[in-house]
């Protein structure tokens, strides 16, 4: 019998460690992971970002997530994920694209770890959202994630703890047994 993927989507507000995270938990499974697309790619462009290149990355997402898991991976982490693009789009454009609501709905997730807002927004040249707002659009990730039933845990602490805290969270999801 054919094991199913798992999929954990690590996410969370700006500069909450969800890349760290990410990393570090794929590699401690030894298993792949989808690097966060975004800030690479507004990192290289020679303009201010615009609809069409938030729907270039939300379709990074969506394609990478499936790509892995249809390698028949045990495990399969996500660096952010569609949920996080489509409060985006709300957010800077007031309408997002049809596809991305079926694509949130139908995609069976496992477990979010969305990162608490318990370290420092850190800014840089392409983070937009400190102070309240951060706050705010952490509230939205997760009322979207609870909306669409998915099963979630909010990850505290800082380095090992935060890590320790996410292996434990994997654990209680029946996700991965203890010692793997």
Request: glycine share 4%; proline share 5%; hydrophobic share 35%.
């Amino acid at each position: 019998m054919k094991k199913t993927t798992k999929i954990v989507v690590v996410t969370g507000a700006e500069s909450t460690g969800k890349s760290s995270l990410c990393k570090w938990l794929a590699e401690y499974y030894n298993v792949p992971f989808v690097p966060e697309f975004a800030r690479t790619y507004i990192e290289q462009l020679n303009r201010a970002y615009n609809f069409s290149d938030v729907e270039k990355i939300a379709r990074y997402q969506e394609t990478t997530l499936r790509e892995l898991k249809s390698q028949g991976h045990p495990l399969v982490f996500s660096d952010t994920w569609l949920i996080i693009t489509k409060i985006w789009f709300e957010e800077v454009y007031n309408s997002k694209p049809a596809w991305i609501e079926d694509a949130i709905t139908t995609t069976p997730i496992d477990l979010f770890l969305v990162c608490d807002t318990d370290l420092p927004w850190i800014p840089d040249r392409v983070r937009e959202n400190g102070g309240q707002k951060r706050l705010y659009l952490q509230n939205r990730y997760v009322e979207i994630i609870s909306e669409n039933k998915f099963p979630y845990d909010i990850i505290r602490g800082k380095n090992k703890t935060r890590f320790q805290n996410a292996v434990s969270a994997l654990i209680r999801a029946g996700i991965v047994k203890p010692n793997e």
